[in-house]
């Protein structure tokens, strides 16, 4: 069983709508993680969360706006989506890197996104 | 810069047979290695990763995979394969004291009966 869990797990929106993604997890790791990922491509990363703060943003459009409010959320708002933005948008977390190295991601299942 | 490079995009393998998935990276640094599963529609699912030590790593559903530095080579591969096992691989490298993984393009493995 997962323990990243990402809610909605399809979305239908239209171009002028608002929505968001939600991630959750209780493992106690302090960076999250977006992915997006296209049929038959890899996870392309889309921002990382480190300790709560915005430690990188993947040079991704501005009508994707990551929110962390706290050390288990991860919300990712929507609008003005565009078509090409369909995809499964994909959660991750692991513990944060450090000397001794980095930990492993662990997934959610992921947000199947429709944009009309 | 870094980078993972995953030479099959398809491989076809007769249930039973062994499989070996090859992954080969660019990394300038200690690399910090993984194999993830994806069935359609899933998210990734660990199979196994590398750190340090032993060359050699075990993983879940009786995977294993060889370091080896002197190729830039991390290979996954098993003895058997099961139908169950027909899905994408990914092989990722993990960046030294940051928060950064990078992704093969992947190999989907289909399973014939």
């Known amino acids: 069983d997962t323990e990243v869990t990402q809610t909605p797990k399809h979305l239908v929106m239209g171009m002028t709508n608002k929505k968001s993604l939600k991630c959750e997890q209780h493992m106690g790791h302090r960076a999250m993680y977006w992915y997006k990922q296209k049929a038959k491509k890899p996870p392309e990363l889309m921002f990382v969360y480190s300790y709560e703060k915005l430690s990188i943003n993947e040079s991704v459009p501005s009508r994707f706006s990551p929110e962390c409010p706290n050390s288990s959320l991860l919300n990712l708002h929507l609008h003005a989506l565009q078509p090409e933005d369909s995809a499964l948008y994909l959660c991750a977390s692991s513990q944060v890197g450090t000397a001794e190295g980095t930990g492993e991601l662990f997934f959610g299942e992921g947000s199947r996104l429709t944009v009309l | 810069a870094q980078s993972v490079t995953q030479p099959d995009i398809h491989i076809t393998v007769s249930e039973g047979a062994s499989l070996e998935l090859r992954c080969n990276y660019s990394?300038?640094?200690?690399?910090?290695l993984f194999w993830y599963v994806q069935s359609p529609g899933q998210g990734l699912q660990l199979l196994l990763k590398?750190?340090?030590?032993?060359?050699l790593v075990q993983g879940i559903k009786g995977f294993e995979a060889e370091f080896k530095r002197s190729q830039s080579s991390f290979n996954l591969r098993k003895p058997s394969v099961h139908w169950s096992d027909a899905a994408e691989y990914f092989c990722?490298?993990?960046?030294?004291?940051?928060?950064?993984?990078?992704f093969g393009s992947g190999t989907k493995l289909n399973v014939k009966p």
């Open positions: 990394y300038g640094a200690t690399p910090y």
């Open positions: 990722a490298v993990g960046q030294y004291n940051f928060n950064k993984f990078y």
């Open positions: 590398y750190f340090s030590g032993d060359t």
